[in-house]
């Protein structure tokens, strides 16, 4: 099966290569990542959903897949923590999450056989108390770049983050839904 992980997600694609090995990882340019839904939940589903629109018809492909996740603040419901510019602004969102739970959304589209299909799901996790020094080494060793409010729970943040409810492949990137169908996709291809 010929799959296209659309994304530059080295996360997501690590998860999808243990199900399918032969995938090609490349991401889709120009997306807009903003959105005009007053929830997170509708916000990273709308932006997932402009990825699967640009990724157009992809018939070099049997199977394309599509992600976004967003943070929910954790004190402004309708709020997204996204992707840091910056060391500071990372500082800032770990500061933010430190001894905290907050959401994760994540919203996956699978185009298979001529069509999208979408996933949304949630997760909650719980970071430790950071002391001032395990902060600034989260900013200064990079761990955040690229990731939705700055942490990856299988990276240097999974010493001090728990997965409380939900799935991890939900806070990885992937909708936990989502990667349940795309196993049973490559069950059924192989």
């Known amino acids: ?104 959304w994540s919203a996956t589209g699978i185009f298979y056989q001529g069509s999208w299909e979408f996933h949304l799901n949630e997760a909650i996790v719980e970071i430790d108390q950071l002391s001032d020094e395990t902060l600034v080494e989260l900013v200064l060793n990079n761990s955040w770049v690229g990731k939705a409010g700055c942490y990856d729970l299988a990276g240097d943040m999974g010493k001090f983050a728990s997965l409380v409810e939900g799935d991890e492949a939900t806070v990885l990137g992937i909708a936990s839904d989502a990667m349940a169908r795309l196993v049973e996709l490559s069950d059924y291809e192989t």
């Open 1 to 104: 099966m010929r799959v296209w992980l659309a994304s530059q997600s080295s996360r997501r694609a690590e998860m999808l290569a243990q199900i399918f090995p032969d995938i090609t990882c490349k991401g889709i340019e120009s997306v807009s990542e903003t959105s005009s839904a007053t929830d997170v939940s509708g916000q990273v589903l709308e932006i997932c959903q402009k990825k699967a629109s640009a990724v157009n018809n992809a018939t070099d492909f049997d199977l394309v897949v599509v992600s976004d996740t967003m943070l929910q603040d954790p004190d402004v419901d309708s709020r997204a923590m996204g992707k840091a510019v910056d060391n500071i602004e990372a500082a800032a969102m770990l500061h933010r999450l430190s001894g905290r739970r907050h959401r994760v």
